[in-house]
């Protein structure tokens, strides 16, 4: 169960990466704007080779994995005082750490099936994990046609770029489980002059990493986890 809620949170994180800039309008080639608008609508026509072209997908599951292990490491304290009926935040930042670590690879390498059967919905399971990471697909999906993006401004600076955004929940059974939340989407420029996400990022604040958190324990809720 356990290993179910571990990869399950990794897809709720890597569903920011397809959630974005659903119906962002096309920019001028070669900045950043095109970019995310290439990823939008290579995340709705489920096109992996327009994906990868401009999502550098290694920097970005490792930029998760980082992420998610040291915000569960620096706030264990406030997520036990948040949710102290959920025994996974009973563990001190020392056990956390470890625990991270040691599911570091076997996360990524979940998501990365989960993407594999995103984009090939014809793709056939054989193994019990095959078949997790066809229904984490599956739930991407269902996450996708849930949220939408509002972005700010793109900040440029030499060959990088970040802009804030905000995701946003509709009113559906999966779009309430998050209502919103803010993220940060950093960007560089490759030696082709094209323009790949490289990080999705968020703050250690209600409207950031304790928002999900709470998505997540709404999720495990939904789906009779507890």
Not at 92 to 107: G, S
Request: hydrophobic fraction near 45%.
């Amino acid at each position: 169960m356990r290993h179910l809620r571990r990869s399950s949170a990794a897809v709720l994180a890597v569903l920011l990466i397809f959630c974005a800039y659903m119906g962002f309008r096309y920019w001028k080639e070669h900045t950043p704007e095109a970019a995310l608008a290439h990823i939008g609508h290579a995340a709705a026509a489920e096109d992996r080779d327009g994906f990868d072209q401009y999502v550098d997908t290694d920097a970005v599951l490792a930029g998760l994995s980082e992420d998610a292990a040291a915000l569960l490491t620096e706030n264990i304290d406030a997520l036990h005082a948040r949710y102290p009926s959920d025994w996974f935040f009973h563990h001190d930042a020392a056990f956390m750490e470890q625990y991270m670590a040691e599911r570091r690879a076997a996360d990524i390498a979940f998501v990365r099936a989960a993407l594999d059967y995103y984009f090939d919905s014809s793709r056939v399971p054989i193994s019990r994990t095959d078949g997790a990471a066809r229904w984490a697909s599956d739930e991407m999906r269902a996450f996708a046609a849930a949220y939408t993006v509002t972005v700010g401004a793109v900040r440029t600076d030499g060959d990088r770029a970040e802009a804030d955004a905000v995701l946003r929940g509709n009113d559906s059974t999966y779009g309430r489980l998050l209502p919103s939340a803010a993220v940060t989407f950093e960007l560089v420029r490759a030696e082709d002059r094209r323009w790949k996400l490289v990080r999705v990022r968020t703050a250690a604040d209600e409207h950031g990493f304790f928002a999900f958190v709470d998505a997540a324990e709404r999720y495990w809720a939904l789906q009779g986890w507890d």
